[in-house]
């Protein structure tokens, strides 16, 4: 069996009156996030984790901001070409384990329904996605609430 590990980071400005995505869930916040798809930043961090550990490029070659054919798209669906690619090249996803740093609103409550719907999508255990929350002790631009950051680290094998 080959075992290949893959990095990825995204991060999304928050604004007033958008919606929050994150990990494949709509948020209850006053701020959400801005993109050209849904603006999930945690997706678009393990999507690219997992097509680095590929070698598949990232995120942006596979789907570019610049198509219509992807404005306003739900991340899950993004999240499961990118499984599927990884298939035809005969990867399969071992485990996820990723951070998401944003000051409000808190995440604990929502992290167990995060795993179980990306898991869904790609079709593994959510015993296989750990998700931890932080935050930027109220510094930098994810501090003053400007903005999330996500990173993801993945295992896959073929």
Do not use: W
Request: one cysteine or more; a negative charge; hydrophobic letters at 40%.
């Amino acid at each position: 069996m080959k075992y290949r590990i893959g990095f990825g980071y995204d991060v999304h400005q928050l604004k007033e009156g958008e919606d929050l995505i994150l990990g494949g869930i709509q948020l209850a916040h006053s701020k959400g996030t801005v993109g050209h798809s849904d603006a999930d930043a945690l997706i678009h961090a393990i999507c690219d984790a997992l097509l680095g550990a590929a070698n598949l490029g990232d995120i942006g070659q596979h789907f570019p901001d610049t198509s219509q054919d992807f404005k306003n798209i739900d991340s899950k669906i993004l999240l499961k070409e990118v499984v599927a690619l990884l298939k035809r090249k005969g990867y399969s996803v071992g485990n996820i384990d990723c951070t998401v740093c944003l000051e409000l609103p808190k995440l604990a409550p929502h992290i167990a329904e995060m795993a179980r719907t990306m898991a869904n999508v790609m079709n593994i255990d959510a015993g296989d996605v750990s998700i931890k929350a932080t935050t930027n002790e109220r510094m930098g631009f994810v501090g003053r609430e400007d903005g999330v950051a996500a990173y993801a680290v993945v295992l896959i094998q073929s």
